[in-house]
């Protein structure tokens, strides 16, 4: 079973969970400030999910690639949208400062 690394907790989740429904589930805050009511809903569309990752992740699919290509995201940031991505081993989980998490403070 994977282990999740987040804001100084440690969640255990199921191989292949989608990350945003394992850190919701955790209250962990994978948004910030009006992102939490402003957002997609885990469909891929509103970029407001993003974090770095470390450690063993799906590859990104196409609509995770295509937003995170938009402003204010950056292709060149290490950023993924968790509600596109599945667990797939251990991993540590890192959110960043932004309406879209696409800042460089750690939150
Ligand atoms: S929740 Fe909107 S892109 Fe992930």
């Not at 937003?67 to 991993?91: E, F």
């Amino acid at each position: 079973m994977p282990k999740i690394t987040v804001q100084g907790k440690t969640i255990i989740c199921d191989h292949g969970e989608n990350l945003r429904r394992v850190l919701l589930k955790h209250k962990i805050n994978l948004y910030n400030g009006q992102s939490k009511l402003i957002n997609c809903r885990g469909i891929g569309s509103c970029g407001t999910c993003a974090v770095e990752i470390e450690g063993e992740v799906s590859p990104a699919n196409w609509k995770d690639k295509m937003r995170r290509s938009l402003p204010p995201h950056s292709p060149d940031k290490n950023r993924r949208l968790a509600c596109q991505t599945k667990v797939l081993g251990d991993i540590t989980v890192t959110k960043y400062d932004g309406f879209w998490g696409q800042g460089d403070r750690r939150i």
